[in-house]
């Protein structure tokens, strides 16, 4: 069984502050963990995946995610919050491969103010 | 250029109609998903297909309908069986079962009323 919960459902950040948006999962197994992006009324566009390589991983627009083990987390962060960053952010985890169904986090609105 | 395509972005029906999702890839992706997006809700699964003529239920099946007769194509069919189809609909795909992630549309909006 597999799950992921993201802890906040809204988040906002001042323009050019750090931006920490947390995801904890839950997995049998070890976990395959993608973070994904929706701006309003788009599909979702993939940020950055962990798939039992480097536990740092860099994506897409400078955000970079941490696989932390121990403490079953893969938060995702950027130094510096740039406006065109405001959308909704899904944390996904999957069993390894195959066709297995993925389980999505219920999101995380970020809003960044100027 | 490659790419998922769901057609139309918005679609309204009535209370009592069956109305059809179209998703077209060009990826050459073996498998093709089905998901309902709701507000505070994440994506949950509706249907997914892992190769041509087969295709299985997610966990929000009931009132929906799928085929898979070409490999690019994966439409789905809200019944006037499902009780609260308003709701966004985004159909994704993946090459094959060594690939990790999934590549997703950009969606239709449908609303019944």
């Known amino acids: 069984a597999q799950s992921v919960t993201q802890l906040d459902s809204h988040v906002s950040v001042s323009e050019g502050t750090p931006v920490l948006l947390r995801c904890n999962y839950s997995?049998?197994?070890?976990?395959?963990l993608f973070w994904y992006v929706q701006h309003p009324n788009k599909g979702l566009q993939l940020l950055l995946k962990?798939?039992?390589?480097?536990?740092l991983v860099k994506g897409i627009n400078g955000f970079e995610a941490e696989f932390k083990k121990s403490e079953t987390s893969f938060h995702l962060t950027k130094p510096s919050a740039h406006m065109s960053d405001a959308a909704e952010y899904f944390c996904?985890?999957?069993?390894?491969?195959?066709?297995?169904?993925?389980?999505f986090g219920t999101g995380t609105k970020l809003q960044v103010i100027p | 250029d490659g790419g998922i395509t769901q057609s139309p972005k918005y679609l309204f029906r009535k209370e009592g109609q069956n109305v059809t999702l179209s998703c077209e890839q060009n990826?050459?992706?073996?498998?093709m998903y089905w998901y309902r997006q709701d507000p505070g809700q994440g994506l949950r699964l509706i249907y997914y297909?892992?190769?041509?003529?087969?295709?299985q239920k997610g966990d929000i099946a009931e009132g929906y309908s799928v085929s898979r007769e070409k490999k690019e194509s994966f439409p789905l069919t809200v019944t006037s069986a499902q009780k609260n189809p308003t709701a966004f609909y985004l159909c994704?795909?993946?090459?094959?079962?060594?690939?990790?992630?999934?590549?997703f549309g950009p969606g239709t909006r449908l609303t019944v009323t």
């Open positions: 994704a795909s993946k090459p094959g079962p060594s690939t990790y992630e999934q590549y």
């Open positions: 997995s049998s197994y070890s976990p395959s």
């Open positions: 962990y798939t039992s390589a480097a536990t």
């Open positions: 996904v985890v999957s069993l390894s491969g195959g066709y297995q169904k993925v389980t």
């Open positions: 990826l050459n992706h073996d498998a």
């Open positions: 297909s892992q190769i041509v003529n087969d295709f």
